[in-house]
């Protein structure tokens, strides 16, 4: 509401945690990036990485960084930002001990050093070449006095950072206010320009669109495809549409470790024969629409090592039958069919398996109910998203799921060699390569069934003046009144 | 079948002791609905039992139908306890007719469904037999043979009552338990039951225990007459010596209570007191004497006991040679 | 009085303890609570430290009986999803469903009592058939779509309302009738049975005969009688409509108990779940105490007893 | 002769049942000096609460009343509005029903309901009504009748109830007083003692009363007039003496020839019966309705029935004496 | 006995049972409504494969969210098709088997279940009447939305669940009409007679009682037909119900919902339909009630 100065946004999703280590959610990537701040900063135009909390930084080796760190920042209680803090932090996320929810972010960590007041070193376990990338993006810098005491859920509660953003009033899961931090650094990310931002969880979206059509809610995001058309029509509305990096796949049981037997899943040409079942262009055309991609690989194609020369299927339902009937299922089966969100998608696609004779019993869960299953090995099928925190390394994706961990389902040896070493080395080039190869492989035994990059659509009054970016998070210092 | 001198039914020490909640929740307490009654009858004769609602007229008839056990006490046919008859020979000799026409009989039933049901529940005979059976007892009950087809709620009261006694009688019971027959009916209805009832001890020789509140008919068909007040029979006598010269008190009020339909006699005084006693907490001594006239102070101190007078039985102490004299 | 209401009282502890014991067992069944305390990357060990350490090993029994303790103190444990304390994360939340249940009973109520009476004075009338329509219609209209619709209508065409929220009265007034008019046709119906009935009994007659004016006859002698099951019936229906109030609350993004629950069922959020089921059957319970105890009081027969 | 008190010619009472209209009182005509006893008999369904109800004006909407004339002590109740029947109700004309049980709200103390029977009516402050209800609970014989009055109905038995109800009726100092059935609910000694707690109070408040009874013995002991109900209609009515002495109507003998008379009926000999069941009311009725039961039916049954004997004795018939010689009763 | 022979002591009077029923029941205009549609949409559920004008499975994404003839669609989709192009007649035409299937099968096995219960307490009364009715204030103490949502939480949504949670959970009302039917019935004069007469426990329940109370069984047995299919479209509705692409009333509801504001149909037609179904089903319940037990209205 420009009237008061007051940026009224939706929620769709109940966020457990405003700490942004003790969420997985994109909505507390979005509150991160307003209340925090990392080290380094990625500019979302031009992926070139700025000094934020830190000044410069330098490979010391070749798991060891070293940071100047930014003179003068406070964080929202007053407390000066220095190298205790960020010591404090990352010894504090990289302690599995912790029970940091997002492990993948924090895990490659070490420890961290004082050198003196604003000189740090962090120390890697290994070999990690995406870590600019990651502290530019969800590591982010904490008071250490103020969270040793009030530890994560005080800071749940109550979050301090150093962010464009401070937040003033905390109802869990439903309701955050936060208010312009007029002391804010000189960082990359900008100034803030609206004083207040008012976010509500709504989590039904027609009730999103209510709203902003009563004019109680400036901004939505995530609107689905169909409504986000229907919106566009109307002249009080801007939409737009901006690519992001979650991509959806199906995930198959292919190392059978699943209850489910006979599994159809670790023969290979059931796996193809799902790939070729389903119409990946028609959900995208019809379903998903906007700046939605097919995509053929369980990485987003921005990411540095996502290497798009891998084997990929055409829609070919005959095709997927007579696979199937090779495999010995010319009658088809059935199987349990789990997702989480887009059940449309998800019922289009248990849809195009039906036809081809892939019985579905369909089971929608809720995100983590089914990661529980998942970890436990029992899927065996779903269809699955990932947003690689938007961070825009294939590390971020492909290493996520391929590298034995309890998610993994495939569980190949060869895979998680190559992607070993694509992961730690250092050679760019060496990196590709590995990739590609890890890539390959893994299209080629078709563990997967990547489908399609998603797209985030933003509605919101004329009156707000916003850019999206591709990497799906809004970012409210940027944000004006027109 | 029996032996001729042994009374066909006879009650020995009978008490039936319910255990009541007093209001909703309260604690459960006991009554005594019946209490110690001794009773016997003789073959073809018709006791009438009258006392006041609540008394415990009903609850002795449940007893002798088997439908409730006596609390203790023992209840005898042709001499031998109820207890070691097994309940179905039982029913074949007693055999009950109720007060209310429109609730003894079954409305989804037809009525040969509902007279045959003695039949089919002892297994007597086939389908044909059972049909015969009925029309023969719809016969003697008065009914034509049509109504076998219809349903209660198509007869009326009179009708209905019919049907009860042909159910009753279908079995060819010893011993018929007549519990109000003919309250719920009007007067000219009433008659004609009262007729058929009569007609039927004769014809079959029937024994009857007939409650009743119409001192009038008791008169009219019993040949014996108990009163009970407050679980205990007070009095018993032959009926001609009941009603010409009744001993008890209660008794006394009870025949005095009875208006006649004679004019000009005006309502007469019965000289009894107003509160019928709380069945939990029955008065010490005899229960009766908060309302007695000629009650003393001995009365609320001490219980009397049954008293043989002539031909029958009294409980009052002034009736009893040892406590008479306390009376004065 | 004070008899019946301990041995009530007595009774509806016991119910308690019987739907806690139910609703714990019942999702005891429900899987590995370490697994999904354990988080992303855990291994088969972490998940099992996790499990000695929150006692997930143990016998049923005496994992309920822990649960049970802790909560007669008021500890439900901690939330697997929020990592807060389910106390106080109900606590909040419990407030707005209280709120939406006791506006959708007193809707309720000041809708179908006066329906109710209107038509069981004149049976078969206009008011009386309207008032049966509504209800009839009313025990049909599956709730989220009536939501819905009121949604469409008031908030988005005629834009009268607030279609979500709960930052104001305004922002009550379509949950309430959505939930009210759940509740509203039993009442009615018991209401229109209840006074038609007294209205028929004898005593109505020996008051009319007193020479006592209509209004009088009413309402002083015939609802003051209709009213009890009422009100049994209103402390029935508000236990349901408190539980019903998921539907309602995820409709109206109300950010309830009932749409905790929800959510909470979806995450596998166990300590929140039980302790929901709880609260709700605890409403359930506590509100039909506290019928049964004004009922003893209206009605004198249970009163003196 | 002075002005009855209450005087009722050809009092009809219409109900539309489903299949048609319900004629369930029909040209009734009787009248009540103050002081006196009516007693009206009959059998269940014959019509007497209705026609008493519809003395009080307490007949449901849907039910048609018509009387050429009906006049209470001058009022024409035909004619009177529903305020001014309510003034009389419970004033000057008050009533007892059948049911002690059910009759009292048993949401109020019984104090409550009979001081309401005198506020309704009188300008009087709550403890005069409450004097007045402590008097007249002890007239009808409750004993510790102040501590009674905070007692609610169930707490007292049927006997004590009914007296509570003729105490209410009595609040206002009726002059007329109308018992629809007060004793059938109750046990005989009971009855005793409340009919004759009726005989005495209104002999002592000098109230006409109409005492309903289907019991034959009640009647003769109570009543100073009788009218025998059947089927709707009176067939016969007289003073209690000429009733019970020379009972003209066919249907009159058939019912006292159906209760066993102590003294005149041998024990366990047949009773008489009326045989047959009652017609049906609904749809036009015409000549005598007990024709059907009849023993002494014939052709001119169907017709017109005349009025038979005198102001004190009457009888509608077509025979002159109802054939009642024919049947000389054994004496 | 000679008077007894008068034609007129004889007359039967009332029309038998039957008649009188048949007689109510065509007078019953919400009854005749209410057995109309619920009898029409039976057939329609039981022919939905000849009926359905297609595979309500089929999708075609490029033919999504077609508008009804009436909002100016073809007659090819005559209600227009849904959000994966599939058509939305078909789906409400075999949506009907779904609800039929779920209130009949829940209301036969809690019926089950309940009348069990509540006829034991009702004639035996004592210690089992005690029992039954503490089961049945544990079972109206638990939230059914919340319980049932948990429960196929666990155990994963499928026809078969529902159903059968719905039946474990939807017995309280048979329990309680039935023990209060029992206990009413088992006063009358009948049963005291029969047993007097020697009959069995097992007989006087099933031919002196049953057959009494079996018009109060029928009401519930329909008011908890209306109910489950309600608390089925609620569940659905929540996404814990049946799963898709089952065309459950409920489900397609939530389906259509996101649409809602710009395509109200999608949400208006299969609302409507379940709304008159169940109303139908309350109807006939209701009509049945006055029909067969007049005394027993509320
Ligand atoms: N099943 C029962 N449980 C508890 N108390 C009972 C039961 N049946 C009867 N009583 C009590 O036993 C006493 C005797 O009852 P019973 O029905 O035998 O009286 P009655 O003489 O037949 O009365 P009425 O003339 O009114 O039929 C009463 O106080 C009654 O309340
Ligand atoms: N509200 C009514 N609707 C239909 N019929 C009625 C109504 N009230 C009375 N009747 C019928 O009118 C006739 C006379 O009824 P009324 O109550 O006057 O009889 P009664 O002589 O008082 O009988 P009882 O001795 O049983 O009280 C009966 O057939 C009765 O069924
Ligand atoms: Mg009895
Ligand atoms: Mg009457």
Redesign the interface.
């Known amino acids: 509401d420009k009237a008061n100065d007051t940026l009224n946004v939706a929620f769709t999703k109940?966020l457990?945690?405003v700490d942004s280590y003790?969420n997985?959610s994109r909505e507390g990537v979005v509150m991160q990036r307003a209340v925090w701040d990392g080290l380094i900063y990625r500019d979302p135009a031009t992926n070139e990485y700025k000094g934020n909390l830190a000044t410069s930084w330098s490979w010391v080796d070749d798991t060891t960084l070293e940071f100047k760190l930014r003179e003068g920042v406070t964080f929202h209680n007053g407390e000066p930002f220095n190298a205790d803090d960020v010591v404090f932090t990352v010894n504090f996320v990289a302690d599995?001990a912790n029970?940091v929810?997002?492990?993948?972010n924090v895990?490659w960590m070490k420890s961290a050093e004082k050198i003196d007041d604003y000189t740090v070193r962090i120390h890697l376990k290994e070999k990690f070449p995406a870590a600019i990338e990651f502290l530019s993006g969800p590591v982010s810098m904490y008071p250490n006095e103020y969270y040793a005491e009030a530890g994560?859920?005080g800071m749940?509660?109550k979050p301090v950072g150093t962010g464009p953003y401070k937040v003033t009033s905390v109802?869990?899961?439903?309701?955050f206010v936060l208010e312009k931090n007029d002391a804010y650094h000189d960082s990359p990310k900008g100034q803030p320009a609206i004083r207040t931002i008012d976010i509500?969880?709504?989590?039904?979206v027609?009730?999103q669109i209510?709203?902003i059509?009563?004019g109680?809610l400036d901004l939505i995001w995530q609107v689905p495809a169909d409504q986000a058309g229907k919106l566009s029509a109307m002249d009080q509305f801007t939409v737009a549409n901006e690519s992001t990096m979650r991509v959806g796949y199906i995930s198959m049981d292919a190392a059978g470790r699943s209850t489910m037997d006979p599994n159809p899943f670790t023969d290979v040409r059931v796996r193809r024969a799902v790939n070729h079942a389903i119409d990946r262009n028609a959900i995208v055309d019809n379903l998903l629409k906007g700046s939605s991609k097919v995509i053929n690989t369980p990485c987003f194609p921005s990411q540095f090592g996502c290497v798009q020369d891998v084997t990929s299927y055409d829609y070919d339902p005959e095709k997927a039958k007579a696979l199937l009937a090779e495999a010995g299922y010319a009658d088809g089966f059935t199987t349990e069919f789990y997702a989480y969100r887009n059940r449309d998608y998800a019922e289009a696609i248990a849809s195009y398996l039906n036809a081809v004779g892939i019985k579905t019993d369909f089971k929608m869960?809720?995100?983590?109910?089914l990661?529980?299953l998942n970890?436990?090995g029992e899927v065996p099928l779903s269809f699955l998203t990932w947003g690689s925190y938007s961070i825009n390394d294939a590390s971020a994706m492909v290493s996520q799921f391929f590298k034995h961990?309890?998610?993994d389902d495939a569980r190949d040896d060869q895979v998680l060699a190559d992607l070993t070493v694509a992961d730690s080395s250092t050679d760019p080039a060496e990196r590709i390569d590995f990739y590609g190869k890890a890539l390959k492989r893994i299209t080629d035994q078709a563990y997967w069934a990547p489908l399609f990059s998603y797209n985030t659509n933003y509605v919101f009054k004329k009156s707000v003046n916003y850019t999206p970016t591709p990497d799906e998070v809004l970012r409210f210092t940027t944000m004006t009144w027109n | 079948m029996s032996k001729p001198d042994t009374p066909v039914l006879e009650l020995r020490g009978v008490s039936k002791v319910y255990s009541v909640k007093?209001?909703?929740?309260?604690a459960r307490k006991p009554l005594r609905a019946v209490n110690d009654v001794n009773l016997t009858l003789g073959r073809s004769e018709v006791l009438g039992l009258v006392g006041e609602s609540g008394c415990g007229k009903s609850t002795l008839a449940k007893i002798l139908l088997g439908l409730e056990a006596p609390t203790s006490g023992e209840v005898l046919v042709d001499g031998e306890a109820i207890g070691s008859h097994d309940r179905l020979k039982l029913a074949r000799r007693i055999q009950p007719i109720f007060q209310d026409p429109y609730s003894s009989l079954n409305p989804r039933k037809s009525i040969a469904e509902i007279i045959s049901l003695p039949l089919r529940v002892h297994g007597i005979g086939d389908h044909a037999s059972q049909t015969k059976a009925v029309r023969e007892i719809l016969d003697v009950v008065g009914l034509p043979a049509r109504v076998m087809n219809t349903y209660p709620s198509q007869m009326s009261g009179g009708q209905r009552q019919r049907v009860a006694i042909a159910r009753a009688l279908i079995m060819k019971p010893e011993i018929v338990i007549c519990d109000e027959p003919t309250s719920a009916l009007d007067v000219s209805v009433q008659s004609q039951i009262l007729n058929l009832l009569g007609e039927l001890r004769r014809e079959f020789g029937l024994t009857y225990l007939f409650i009743s509140h119409n001192l009038a008919v008791v008169e009219h068909l019993a040949t014996r007459v108990a009163v009970m007040y407050l679980g205990r029979i007070v009095e018993e006598a032959e009926t001609g010596a009941l009603f010409d010269a009744s001993r008890h008190p209660y008794s006394r009020a009870l025949l005095d209570s009875v208006l006649t339909p004679e004019p000009g006699l005006g309502v007469p005084d019965t000289h009894l007191g107003a509160a019928y006693p709380n069945p939990i907490n029955p008065p010490p001594g005899c229960a009766f004497h908060p309302r007695c006239a000629s009650a003393t102070a001995f009365c609320a101190a001490r219980a009397p006991r049954p008293v043989a007078s002539g031909d029958g039985l009294v409980e009052c102490h002034l009736y009893d040679p040892e406590t008479e004299m306390f009376q004065r | 009085m004070l008899?019946?209401i301990l041995?009530?009282l007595g009774?509806a502890v016991?119910?308690?303890f019987?739907?806690s014991f139910?609703?714990f067992s019942?999702?005891f069944?429900?899987?590995?609570p370490a697994?999904?305390l354990?988080?992303?990357?855990?291994?088969g060990e972490?998940i099992e430290a996790l499990r000695t350490l929150y006692g997930f090993d143990r016998p049923m029994l005496v994992q309920y009986g822990d649960w049970l303790f802790s909560a007669l103190r008021g500890d439900f444990g901690e939330s697997?999803?929020?990592?807060?304390p389910v106390a106080t994360?109900i606590a909040?939340r419990l407030t707005v469903t209280m709120l939406l249940g006791l506006c959708g009973i007193t809707f309720a109520l000041v809708t179908a009592v006066p329906l109710g009476v209107a038509a069981a004075i004149r049976p078969n009338s206009l008011i009386d058939r309207i008032a049966l329509f509504l209800s009839?219609?009313g025990?049909?209209?599956?709730?989220?779509?009536f939501g819905?619709?009121l949604?469409?209508v008031f908030?988005?065409k005629l834009?009268w309302l607030?279609?979500?929220?709960a930052a104001s009265w305004r922002h009550f007034i379509m949950p309430t009738i959505v939930l009210g008019y759940y509740a509203m046709p039993a009442i009615m119906?018991?209401t229109r049975?209840g006074m038609l009935e007294v209205l028929n009994?004898?005593?109505i007659?020996?008051?009319?005969?007193?020479?006592?004016?209509e209004v009088q006859v009413l309402f002083k002698?015939a609802l003051?009688?209709a009213i009890i099951p009422v009100v049994s019936l209103a402390a029935?229906q508000m236990?349901?409509m408190?539980?019903?109030s998921?539907?309602v609350e995820?409709?109206?993004?109300l950010?309830g108990a009932?749409?905790l629950?929800?959510?909470s069922?979806?995450?596998?959020d166990l300590p929140t779940?039980q302790a929901?089921?709880l609260i709700?059957?605890m409403f359930?319970?506590v509100f039909?105490f506290l019928a049964d105890v004004l009922n003893?009081w209206?009605?004198?027969?249970?009163r003196?007893? | 002769m002075s002005e009855p008190l209450l005087c009722v010619r050809n009092l009809n009472i219409d109900i539309p049942v489903g299949g048609g209209t319900l004629h369930a009182v029909r040209g009734i005509d009787f009248e009540l000096q103050r002081g006196e006893v009516l007693s009206i008999v009959g059998e269940s369904g014959s019509g007497k609460s209705l026609t008493s109800l519809a003395l009080?004006g307490?007949l449901g909407k849907r039910i048609d009343r018509r009387a050429d004339r009906m006049d209470f002590d001058g009022i024409d109740l035909t004619r009177a509005g529903k305020r001014q029947m309510?003034?009389?109700?419970?004033?000057r004309m008050?009533?007892i029903?059948q049911?002690p049980m059910?009759?009292?709200?048993?949401?109020?103390?019984i104090g409550d309901q009979l001081a309401?029977?005198l506020l309704?009516?009188r300008n009087v402050s709550r403890q005069q009504a409450r004097d007045r209800a402590v008097e007249l609970l002890e007239k009808v014989g409750i004993t510790a009748a102040a501590s009674r009055l905070g007692q609610?109905p169930?707490?007292l038995s049927g006997g004590l109830r009914q007296r509570v109800?003729i105490a209410?009726a009595l609040m206002c100092g009726p002059e007329l007083i109308i018992a629809d059935e007060p004793t059938t609910a109750l046990d005989v000694t009971i009855q005793a003692q409340i009919l004759r707690l009726l005989v005495d109070l209104v002999r002592e408040m000098d109230m006409a009363m109409i005492l309903i009874t289907h019991d034959l013995g009640v009647v003769a002991r109570v009543a100073d007039k009788v009218a025998v109900m059947y089927a709707g209609e009176l067939v016969e009515t007289g003073s209690a003496g000429a009733i019970f002495n020379a009972p003209s109507h066919p249907y009159t003998r058939g019912l006292l020839r159906c209760i066993p008379l102590p003294g005149r009926t041998a024990r366990g000999a047949p009773l008489g019966t009326i045989p047959g069941i009652v017609p049906s009311l609904v749809g036009e009725i015409g000549g005598c309705v007990f024709r059907t039961r009849c023993d002494h039916a014939v052709a001119a049954c169907h017709g017109a029935i005349p009025h038979r004997g005198e102001a004190d004795h009457m009888f509608r018939c077509v025979h002159p004496h109802g054939h009642r010689e024919d049947e000389e009763t054994p004496a | 006995m000679s008077d007894l022979s008068d034609p007129l002591l004889q007359e039967i009077t009332g029309p038998t049972p039957g008649q009188l029923l048949r007689k109510r029941v065509f007078g019953h205009q919400?009854l005749i409504f209410g057995l109309a549609v619920v009898a029409i949409l039976a057939v329609v559920a039981i022919l939905a494969p000849v009926i359905a004008p297609h595979d309500p499975y089929a999708q075609s994404l490029v033919a999504r969210m077609k508008p009804p003839v009436f909002l100016g669609g073809t007659w090819e989709n005559p209600l227009g098709t849904d959000h994966l192009g599939r058509d939305y007649l078909s789906r409400l035409i075999y949506g009907a088997r779904v609800s039929l299937m779920i209130g009949g099968i829940a209301a036969l096995i809690s019926g089950v279940i309940g009348t069990a219960m509540g006829v034991a307490a009702g004639y035996f009364g004592g210690k089992v009447d005690a029992v039954v009715t503490?089961l049945i204030?544990?079972r109206?103490?638990?939230?059914?939305?919340?319980?049932a949502?948990?429960?196929v939480?666990?155990l994963g949504g499928s026809l078969t669940v529902v159903i059968a949670v719905l039946g474990l959970l939807l017995w309280d009302r048979f329990a309680v009409v039935m023990r209060a039917s029992t206990l009413q019935v088992r006063g009358r004069e009948y049963v005291a007679a029969a047993q007097a007469i020697g009959a069995s426990t097992p007989r006087i329940l099933l031919s002196e009682i049953m057959p009494n109370i079996v018009n109060n069984l029928i009401v519930v047995v329909t008011l908890e037909m209306?109910h489950a299919i309600?608390l089925e479209?609620?569940l659905s509705?929540?996404?814990?119900g049946v799963q898709p692409p089952t065309p459950s009333w409920?489900l397609m509801?939530?389906e259509g919902?996101n649409m809602?504001?710009f395509e109200?149909w999608l949400?208006?037609i299969p609302?409507a339909v379940?709304?008159?179904l169940?109303?139908a089903i309350?109807?006939m319940g209701?009509g049945l009630r006055d029909v067969t037990a007049p005394e027993n209205?509320?």
């Open positions: 109940e457990e945690n003790f997985s599995p029970g929810k997002t492990q993948r895990n994560p859920s749940g509660l109802v869990p899961g439903q309701h509500r969880t709504v989590p039904d027609n009730t209510a709203e059509f009563s109680t869960l809720q995100y983590s109910a990661r529980e970890m436990k961990g309890s998610l | 007093q209001g909703l929740m309260g | 008899q019946f041995k009530r009774l016991l119910v308690a019987t739907v139910i609703s019942l999702l069944l429900s899987g590995d697994a999904a354990a988080g992303e990357g855990a291994s972490d697997y999803y929020f990592k807060l994360l909040e009839v219609a025990q049909a209209m599956p709730s989220f779509w819905l619709i949604i469409v908030a988005i834009g607030p279609p979500s929220g119906r018991l049975a009994s004898d005593y007659r020996t008051a009319r005969a007193k020479g006592a004016p002698h003051r009688n029935v236990g349901f408190l539980g019903g998921i539907v995820s409709i109206f993004a950010h009932g749409y629950a929800w959510e069922i979806g995450r596998n779940v929901l089921i709700f059957s359930y319970i039909t003893a209206l009605d004198p027969r249970m003196s007893s | 009080m307490l309510r003034a009389l109700r419970g004033d008050s009533m029903f049911e059910t009759s009292l709200n048993p949401a109020y103390t309401e029977a309704l009516h609610y169930h707490q109800m209410m | 919400g503490f204030n544990v109206l103490a638990m939230p059914v939305v919340l319980v949502l948990a429960v939480a666990i209306a309600l479209a609620a509705f929540l996404g814990l409920g509801v939530s919902k809602m504001l109200p949400v208006l609302g379940l709304f008159v169940v109303l309350n109807l209701d209205r509320s």
